[in-house]
């Protein structure tokens, strides 16, 4: 079965620190992988994805994302978070041949002035 | 190009009522995807359209809901009856491609509809 682990419900981060959102995954195949980013009484936003290729996939608003396929991971990362990066955070993943998006339950992230 | 359009943003019934959502997806996507988020928990997929055909319908809950997309524009969610459980945002989201290249093309979501059933 396919499934998505955010391990996360909250990630506090300074403003100007490095910020990271952990995503684990489980598919079988090759896995097609999302980053959505909410933000309050709005619809998801995609920021990125894995389809394949060089590991490391650059998005929207300076975000990036790691795939590590030994670790089974897709985990959200930037260099320096502003406030304004606070939002909710879904991981999700599509199964080879299936067009559906499969969701984790999706990470708080608060940036503190 | 308007994004995916929802309707209403809330909807507040009791338990027993009748509620129709209503999404209008971006012009020319063929798939159109509903979701529903229960507060504090995972995005769940409910459907998929392709054009006005159910492309899969697994992860509709029960027989109360009832999706339709006639003439492969517009679609409607209709809770009949609506239950407390059934509290929560139902998103819509399209996409434009068919088959294995949608696969990797992102959704575009709406703003989703907040259902509360009291």
């Known amino acids: 079965a396919q499934s998505v682990a955010q391990p996360e419900d909250q990630v506090n981060v300074a403003e100007g620190n490095p910020l990271t959102v952990k995503c684990t995954y489980s598919?079988?195949?090759?896995?097609?992988l999302f980053w959505y980013v909410q933000y309050p009484n709005r619809g998801l936003q995609f920021l990125l994805k894995?389809?394949?290729?060089d590991n490391l996939v650059k998005g929207s608003y300076g975000f990036e994302a790691e795939f590590n396929k030994s670790q089974t991971s897709f985990h959200l990362k930037k260099p320096s978070a502003l406030v304004s990066d606070s939002a909710l955070y879904f991981c999700?993943?599509?199964?080879w041949g299936t067009g559906k998006l499969i969701f984790g339950q999706g990470t708080t992230l608060q940036v503190k002035p | 190009e308007a994004g995916v359009t929802q309707f209403p943003s809330h909807s507040v019934i009791e338990k027993g009522q009748t509620v129709t959502l209503r999404c209008d997806p971006i012009?020319?996507?063929?798939?159109l995807y509903w979701y529903r988020r229960v507060m504090g928990k995972e995005i769940k997929f409910l459907l998929h359209?392709?054009?006005?055909?159910?492309?899969?319908e697994s992860g509709m809950p029960n027989n109360r809901f009832l999706a339709e997309r006639t003439g492969g524009t517009y679609s409607t969610l209709k809770v009949q009856p609506a239950e407390l459980e059934d509290s929560g945002v139902y998103f819509c989201?399209?996409?434009?491609?068919?088959?294995?290249?949608?696969?990797?093309?992102?959704?575009?979501f709406g703003n989703g509809t907040r259902l509360t059933v009291t």
């Open positions: 989201a399209s996409s434009q491609n068919q088959g294995p290249s949608s696969y990797n093309s992102p959704l575009h």
């Open positions: 598919v079988s195949g090759n896995p097609y």
């Open positions: 999700a993943v599509r199964g």
């Open positions: 359209f392709v054009k006005e055909s159910k492309q899969d």
């Open positions: 012009s020319g996507h063929d798939n």
């Open positions: 894995y389809i394949t290729g």
